[in-house]
């Protein structure tokens, strides 16, 4: 953002009527209805306290429900939720919902098809952007067709070739920065279906430069692709590959609106590629008319974010200043973490087993990531808004300096995390 208009960006919300003063974060969480109206606690469904909820599991044989003051700050998920603009644009295209028009899918397609000068047919829609993911590696890769990727990384990669049977190598990242190590992925194997770098990556948060990407494209064997998942896209600094895409390379890039712009249950998400990458989806799926099928509010709100200058570099903004507010009380109480997250989540070393951490930070109610095999000791959190990091800093301070961690078994919650989706089963 041109912090010069930090000004007008305050207006922009207090036009809603929400916030005058304060704070570029608080300014944008008031925004928000759910803040607005006292927190994100009131807008979630009333459950069970902790000792409750572990009762409840035993009786029920699930999962129990998780408590309604648990800070959720374990599936990379937005907590500002949609912008003004997109609930607007929902409500409004909701009384169109009667008909199978597609007015908002062309308008959101054209917003990114004219802000990344793409002809006609170089990309699609999807609810969501795992979905294109899957079909994007499903139809690279096989018994034949190695995957090769990071490590760690998204588990979507390595899943998919368990689903195709496909070989798979993961590559660690490189050891001092982070990045992914291209080099090493190019000589894993002669001949693979397909390379899946995630970029800002998940879970490190750190980036791959774009000239590393642009080396791999340019050096590859001929008949494979890379994929790249910008997922994280928007929060980092790093330019975007979709360029590659305009300029016909063997590359499919991946968007979606559950991050930045806070859509995760919202559903919308864009595959790039060319043509014949894209229409190799359908060898592994009925037809695109099918699955990507996204309904017209998720495509109005989408379109309506896209087309709003002012929404990612605030947020980029609010999510950068969280981010170092909270590395920096790392910091101060010699709590390591990986360097160079440009996303909204980061990996803390808590020096023994992450899974034990986890489970110690939800009985302070406090809900952080998952445990990369790779890094045992490591765990993910994602960036809250300041008030559930403050608890965050709280709650992790008392749990690496406990002489022991509780017992866990019954703090079984169901946290649904961000490879559900928004589906059940
Ligand atoms: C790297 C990465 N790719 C893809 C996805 C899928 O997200 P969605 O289907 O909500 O767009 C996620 C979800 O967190 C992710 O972390």
Partial sequence: MDLKNFASAQQYFSRRSFVRSAGIASAAIAAMPAFASGGIQQAAPA?????????????????????????????????????AVSLEAINTAAKKGGRYDSEYSTAMTKA????????????????????????ALYSNIGPDKALVLGDPSYEQGYRAAQTMKAKYIQVPLDKKTYKYDVKAMLAAHTNPGAYYIVNPNNPTGTITPKEDIVWLVNNKP?????????????????????D???????????????????????RAGFAFGRPDLLA??????????????????????????????????????????????????????????????????????????????????????????????????????????????????????????????????????????????????
């Fill in 112 to 135: 990114i098809s004219d802000q990344f000068q793409l002809k006609p047919g170089y990309v699609r829609i999807y609810p969501g952007s795992g979905g294109p993911l899957d079909l």
């Fill in 222 to 242: 001929a008949g494979s692709v890379v994929i790249v998942d910008e997922a994280y896209h928007h929060f980092s600094n790093e330019e975007s590959v979709i």
């Fill in 47 to 83: 459950a069970p306290d902790a000792a409750a909820a572990g009762r409840q599991r035993g009786a029920g044989g699930g999962r129990a429900a998780m408590p309604a003051d648990m800070v959720r700050i374990g599936s990379n998920e937005n907590p500002l939720g949609p912008s």
């Fill in 280 to 425: 190799k989806f359908e060898t592994v799926t009925v037809n695109n008319r099918q699955i990507g099928s996204i309904s017209l509010t998720s495509a109005a709100a989408a379109a309506a974010a896209l087309n709003d200058p002012q929404l990612v570099p605030l947020r980029r903004k609010i999510n950068r200043d969280t981010l170092d507010n909270t590395l920096a009380f790392l910091q101060k109480n010699n709590i390591p973490f990986i360097p160079g997250a440009q996303a909204n989540m980061f990996m803390i070393d808590c020096k023994r087993p992450g899974g034990e951490i986890k489970n110690a930070m939800m009985a302070q109610k406090v809900a952080i990531g998952r445990v990369w095999p790779i890094y045992p000791t490591m765990v993910r959190v994602t960036v809250g808004t300041p008030d559930e990091m403050a608890k965050f800093n709280t709650a992790i301070v008392k749990v690496l300096n406990a002489p022991s961690l509780p017992a866990s078994a019954h703090l079984d919650y169901d946290i649904p995390n961000e490879l559900h989706r928004g589906y059940s089963a």
């Fill in 244 to 266: 590659l895409v305009a300029a016909d390379k063997d590359i499919i890039v991946l968007r979606t609106f559950s991050k930045i712009y806070g859509m995760a249950g919202i």
